[in-house]
């Protein structure tokens, strides 16, 4: 069985930086896209960034240029650095990642939390 596992949300103040963290365990055959997104409350998910095997990174317009997405395939592992947050940058954030295992499978985590708020 494949997982991600989501670690690093919580309570920021507005302009502060976070780090989150989410790595991939089980039979892996090799990890495709990897990327991140988002759900406020009351709204629909959302992508924030995706990078693929090859590095190529996507970001949505909303956080071009404060969010940075990065991976490091040794560990199945996918980051997202979040600077100079705002209160709308509020929601629950969720892993996700095209996995060969050696079904092609989409892969969801469970999600966490950022709050920023003074």
């Known amino acids: 069985q494949v997982q991600l596992v989501e670690s690093g949300g919580g309570l920021v103040q507005p302009g502060g930086s976070l780090r989150l963290s989410c790595a991939a365990s089980?039979?892996?055959?090799?990890?495709?896209?990897m990327g991140w997104y988002r759900q406020a409350p009351g709204k629909e998910r959302e992508l924030v960034a995706t990078i693929t095997s090859g590095a190529g990174t996507n970001y949505a317009d909303s956080v071009k240029g404060q969010f940075t997405i990065s991976r490091d395939s040794a560990k199945n592992t996918v980051y997202l650095q979040m600077n100079s947050l705002k209160p709308e940058d509020t929601a629950d954030y969720y892993c996700n990642a095209v996995i060969l295992t050696p079904r092609m499978l989409r892969v969801w985590g469970q999600g966490t939390l950022v709050t920023v708020s003074s």
């Open positions: 089980g039979i892996i055959f090799s990890i495709n896209t």
